[in-house]
């Protein structure tokens, strides 16, 4: 009953700018799954983002940038439960109870397609995606909870007191810049993979890193 109290409440605060972020999400989501079905293996994955990461600086600052930016990408989706399907409650070992969420569907679409074209790097990094999840889930719960300690009314809107958020904005600004500025534009010498294909870059950059980091 409580978690229903929740959901109606959360509903009644959530304006048009929680909408504009479903839709944005919804937007990233398909890419990356359009993007997956375009790569046919590991090679054909990695030879896409590779040639566009040659420099051993710029590999250095993605392997830093690119997990930063997923991560804070999964904390902002942590926000959004689903819109089209009912949303229900779901626990998970290491997370507070939560909402079925994007950051849900994206962690689970990053780990089905990397253990499609790599079984063991797939798995091994399907448990970064895990620890990644988590601990975004968990920012997420506490800073709901610490709005509604707050809030007048006991109850609060999805950006909660917008410190999770603050966070997520923060780290995908940092990670952005210093991938394209430092990292492409004076490292490289050349543009980053996103140019040519957003949801290629999106897909396999994770992946990229990771492995990056193995060798």
Known sequence: RKQKSSQMSQKHNNGADFLLAQIFATGVVVSIIQAAFSFQNVTDALGFYGVYHRDPVNQAIHFF???AL???ALLFFAHLPLPWVFSPYIRV????????????VTSIVYAIFYLKIDRIGGFMFSLVIYWMYV???RIFVHDQADAKKRSEHGSVGWKGS???????AIVQVVGWYVQIHPGHAIFEGAKPALLDGLGQALTSAPLFAFYEGLW
Do not use: Y
């Open 70 to 72: 997923v991560w804070s």
């Open 93 to 104: 070992p290491g997370a507070p109870s939560h909402r079925l969420t994007f950051a849900t």
């Open 162 to 168: 917008g410190s999770a958020l603050k966070l997520a």
């Open 135 to 137: 601990s975004s889930v």
């Open 65 to 67: 940038g690119v997990p």
